[in-house]
């Protein structure tokens, strides 16, 4: 059965919604037919961004709920007080801050944000996921990637560089989207991740550039991700314009057994 197909409406998650990327993509899936919950850090943000994705996509049933997706403990509380089916979860909360700085729990900001918020979210709400399957989990991840140092995720030997401890995230996301896709496979899980485009965003400054795309552009290739029927099984694989695209890091099944091993003590 394609999602489209059940009497009940589907629901999805994206994390990151507040952005202006992330609020275009839960427009275009509340577009789809979706009932999406934008999950935000900020209540100030998240109330702005929903008036914003109403209107954008002309649907009411969108809401919010906040989590900082930084510390596990929120995100964890967040999947208990859920309710109901996840037919979706967009993973796409994201942060590039120019100086290293560290979560409550000492770990470094970035890597807690944009790796592990993404693991945890998979983690948590791995149970809802079975129970609605078929389902999909679409890592928001970037062709910007690269620099992984296993031996110093947290950039605690190296010189803080944010721009470099960014593109070693989307390397880490796009690896585990690999590793995600194989520990689930038979489950009626699907994991893949992309390259949503270049928008300008708080994001896209803090790295020093600004966007050449639209909002809407930027999220195309999540949102078709996450609603298109014919890819219900297809997994572990990276995206970009809509289509599937060379991933680098994907062959390299020992780095990424290492990086699951090591985020997974987390």
Known sequence: ????ERAE?????VTGANGVIGKAIAAGIARAGFAVVMVCRDEKRAEAALKGARRASGS????????DLSRRE??????????????????????APRRRTETPEGIEMQFATNVLGYLWMMRAFEAVLRRSAPARVVNVASYWAGDLDLSDLQFQRRHYDNDQAYRQSKQANRMLTVAFAQRWRGLGITVNSCHPGDANSTLSNALGFG??????HAAATPVWLATEPSLRDVSGQYFANC???R???AADTKSIAEL???CAKY
């Open 260 to 262: 699951d091993a090591i």
């Open 74 to 95: 929120s995100v964890f509380a967040l999947a208990a007080r859920w309710q109901g089916r996840l037919d979706v979860l967009v993973n796409n909360a994201a942060i």
């Open 60 to 67: 009411s049933d969108l809401r919010f709920e906040l989590a």
């Open 243 to 245: 289509r599937t695209a």
């Open 1 to 4: 059965m394609t999602l489209d």
């Open 211 to 216: 966007g050449s795309e639209t909002p809407e």
């Open 247 to 249: 991933c680098v890091f």
């Open 9 to 13: 409406k589907p629901v999805a998650i």
